[in-house]
């Protein structure tokens, strides 16, 4: 069971930030939120990733709110390249070994717009 | 290095049918991950190997899944007497699992193989 809800749709102009934000009431105290996004017919490409610090790279940044029930991913100046959907994730462990799973909800579909 | 790449891209099968899907992960990465898409669903968990090991395999939806590693590198999703219902992208993914796992161990996919069963 997906352990985020993210809005179906969004729209942003190009140039301008898009804000994308993404509910996880029940995540754990341990478990990271990650971002993907997955644009028509490709693979999902890695975003970002946090545990409870606002982080920043040379894509986006995201913040995550201090009670860690939800967070927004920033994309600064969006372009049409970045028209896809884009997935908040929830990262658990798995039945065994040391690694993890990646819990993936519907995303949102962003369309950047000229 | 290279990505994480897949084969084929598009598989069309009859039901009944069996098919092998292949995936190369990024060379040294020890975890590697396989996982359905339905359309417009997300990409939902089946299997997990660390090295040859397969670690987690509670996502498979049927034991006409089966996957294999045997060498810890390249590995094959096959999916026996195929049904309607197994039409989706198959998306492999690797990761490094450094000592660190769980802090800094990225996913990394590949391309996703479209399986169409008529």
């Known amino acids: 069971d997906a352990k985020t809800t993210q809005p179906t749709s969004m729209d942003c102009a190009e140039g301008r930030a898009a804000n994308l934000p993404c509910n996880h009431s029940?995540?754990?105290?341990?478990?990271?939120v990650y971002w993907y996004r997955q644009i028509h017919s490709q693979g999902p490409q890695y975003i970002i990733h946090g545990l409870k610090n606002n982080e920043t790279n040379e894509m986006a940044s995201l913040i995550i709110t201090e009670d860690r029930k939800s967070s927004t991913l920033i994309l600064p100046h969006a372009t049409l390249r970045d028209t896809a959907v884009y997935y908040c994730?929830?990262?658990?462990?798995?039945?065994?070994?040391?690694?993890?799973?990646?819990?993936w909800g519907l995303g949102t579909s962003l369309a950047v717009n000229p | 290095g290279a990505g994480v790449s897949q084969s084929p891209r598009y598989k069309v099968a009859k039901r009944g049918q069996d098919v092998a899907l292949r995936c190369d992960p990024i060379s040294g990465h020890v975890s590697l991950f396989w996982y359905q898409q339905a359309l417009g669903q997300g990409p939902e968990f089946l299997t997990y190997f660390q090295n040859e090991a397969q670690l987690d395999k509670s996502g498979l939806p049927s034991d006409r899944f089966f996957a294999e590693r045997p060498e810890g590198s390249v590995s094959t999703l096959k999916i026996q007497r195929t049904q309607q219902e197994d039409s989706a992208v198959y998306l492999c993914?690797?990761?490094?699992?450094?000592?660190?796992?769980?802090?800094?161990?990225?996913?990394?996919f590949g391309p996703g193989t479209r399986l169409t069963v008529l």
């Open positions: 994730i929830v990262r658990v462990r798995l039945n065994a070994g040391n690694n993890r799973k990646l819990i």
């Open positions: 993914a690797s990761s490094l699992l450094t000592r660190l796992a769980g802090v800094k161990d990225t996913q990394y």
């Open positions: 029940t995540i754990s105290g341990n478990e990271y």
